[in-house]
């Protein structure tokens, strides 16, 4: 059965555990949150054992896969076996696997496969077979029409009953951030606890009180915009930033780091390998992997040496042969050259 977010967990929550279940979708908290609704089950239901197994394209040993999942276990009676798609497609080996798997499913083992990706179209008889043996949760993003319900949801599920302006306001914040949002209203929940007299409705006045304005256009927020390929943001969070007087010279640092890190996994054979090589985190996997598909490997290597040419223009230090310009511009043009394909012809302008 192929469910959504909202229902996926009381699904969970009412029945005994399926043979597999099937968590996909580029928007990361919620993928997280329902393989962790997943887990919990699982260990509410007395699996303490987890096997992950990362399967990334052409490296992905699936007959390893399959001699583990067949090995008994030599510790507990069941176990959950977890297998990780950043790309939502297993291939004919994996798809093959999995689809007989479930077809025939072992009767100490709960398959858990996560999709950092998805979409209509990387569906098979793989992932029919997992919603015939269990449960599909496809994590859809949330449109910006959406978000205000979303919030509030989220909200009142935290005991906190805010106004629909409120609400509004906290979306407007946030600008479509997802995880920015879910610290925000946690953040709100916890300080409502602490503060005596707290008003039964949270309005407008009393949430700019408390929380913070997580729309302010930060250099970490830059980066993630451009990598997701969210040229308007990253437009807009820009103006933001020189409005503000941040320095150019102090964004370039986290600019240049993101830079590397994408040019090192575009040259990685192995790409889950790279990414525990250079610490990324799961739920900043699935930004890379966007980024990844939008340029070859030798345009990342042109992007860091553009970011060294926009670091220079900045402090003033132009090489011979350089015409000085403006900075921001530079920075703009690289920016939006990591967020859209096309936009890379104005790095030579």
Same mark, same amino acid.
């Given at each position: 059965?192929?469910?959504?977010?909202?229902?996926?967990?009381?699904?969970?929550?009412?029945?005994?555990?399926?043979?597999?279940?099937?968590?996909?979708?580029?928007?990361?908290?919620?993928?997280?949150?329902?393989?962790?609704?997943?887990?919990?089950?699982?260990?509410?239901?007395?699996?303490?054992?987890?096997?992950?197994?990362?399967?990334?394209?052409?490296?992905?040993?699936?007959?390893?896969?399959?001699?583990?999942?067949?090995?008994?276990?030599?510790?507990?009676?069941?176990?959950?076996?977890?297998?990780?798609?950043?790309?939502?497609?297993?291939?004919?080996?994996? #798809? !093959?696997?999995?689809?007989?798997?479930?077809? @025939?499913?072992?009767? =100490? +083992?709960?398959? *858990?496969?996560? %999709?950092?990706?998805?979409?209509?179209?990387?569906?098979?008889?793989?992932?029919?077979?997992?919603?015939?043996?269990?449960?599909?949760?496809?994590?859809?993003?949330?449109?910006?029409?959406?978000?205000?319900?979303?919030?509030?949801?989220?909200?009142?599920?935290?005991?906190?009953?805010?106004?629909?302006?409120?609400?509004?306001?906290?979306?407007?914040?946030?600008?479509?951030?997802?995880?920015?949002?879910?610290?925000?209203?946690?953040?709100?929940?916890?300080?409502?606890?602490?503060?005596?007299?707290?008003?039964?409705?949270?309005?407008? #006045? !009393?949430?700019?009180?408390?929380?913070?304005? @997580?729309?302010?256009? =930060? +250099?970490?927020? *830059?980066?993630? %915009?451009?990598?997701?390929?969210?040229?308007?943001?990253?437009?807009?969070?820009?103006?933001?930033?020189?409005?503000?007087?941040?320095?150019?010279?102090?964004?370039?640092?986290?600019?240049?780091?993101?830079?590397?890190?994408?040019?090192?996994?575009?040259?990685?054979?192995?790409?889950?390998?790279?990414?525990?090589?250079?610490?990324?985190?799961?739920?900043?996997?699935?930004?890379?992997?966007?980024?990844?598909?939008?340029?070859?490997?030798?345009?990342?290597?042109?992007?860091?040496?553009?970011?060294?040419?926009?670091?220079?223009?900045?402090?003033?230090?132009?090489?011979?042969?350089?015409? @000085?310009?403006?900075?921001?511009?530079?920075?703009?043009?690289?920016?939006?050259?990591?967020?859209?394909?096309?936009?890379?012809?104005?790095?030579?302008?």
């Amino acid at each position: 059965m192929e469910l959504n977010v909202d229902r996926f967990a009381a699904q969970l929550a009412g029945e005994p555990l399926r043979p597999a279940y099937l968590v996909a979708g580029s928007e990361t908290l919620l993928v997280l949150e329902a393989a962790d609704a997943v887990r919990s089950a699982a260990r509410g239901q007395g699996i303490d054992e987890r096997e992950v197994h990362d399967m990334e394209g052409r490296d992905a040993d699936w007959d390893a896969l399959d001699a583990a999942i067949n090995a008994p276990s030599l510790f507990a009676s069941r176990r959950l076996v977890e297998v990780r798609l950043p790309t939502g497609k297993p291939g004919t080996e994996g #798809a !093959k696997l999995i689809a007989g798997l479930c077809a @025939s499913p072992p009767s =100490d +083992v709960v398959l *858990l496969v996560v %999709a950092g990706d998805w979409s209509r179209s990387h569906g098979g008889k793989w992932s029919e077979a997992i919603t015939r043996a269990g449960h599909a949760c496809i994590a859809w993003p949330v449109k910006p029409h959406e978000l205000t319900g979303w919030i509030g949801q989220r909200l009142r599920s935290r005991g906190v009953k805010a106004a629909p302006d409120a609400v509004a306001r906290l979306a407007q914040r946030v600008e479509g951030n997802l995880l920015a949002a879910a610290q925000e209203v946690d953040k709100l929940a916890l300080l409502l606890d602490r503060e005596a007299g707290a008003p039964a409705v949270l309005d407008v #006045a !009393k949430m700019e009180s408390l929380v913070a304005d @997580s729309a302010r256009f =930060d +250099v970490f927020r *830059l980066t993630d %915009a451009a990598l997701n390929g969210q040229s308007a943001q990253v437009s807009r969070m820009l103006a933001g930033l020189r409005a503000e007087g941040e320095a150019i010279p102090a964004l370039m640092g986290m600019v240049v780091k993101e830079l590397n890190t994408v040019a090192a996994l575009a040259r990685a054979r192995n790409l889950a390998a790279e990414f525990k090589a250079q610490r990324v985190w799961e739920s900043k996997q699935a930004v890379y992997t966007r980024a990844l598909k939008r340029h070859p490997p030798e345009r990342w290597q042109r992007m860091l040496v553009e970011a060294g040419k926009v670091d220079r223009i900045s402090k003033g230090r132009v090489r011979l042969g350089e015409e @000085s310009t403006d900075a921001w511009q530079q920075l703009e043009r690289l920016l939006l050259a990591v967020a859209e394909p096309g936009a890379v012809r104005l790095l030579a302008s």
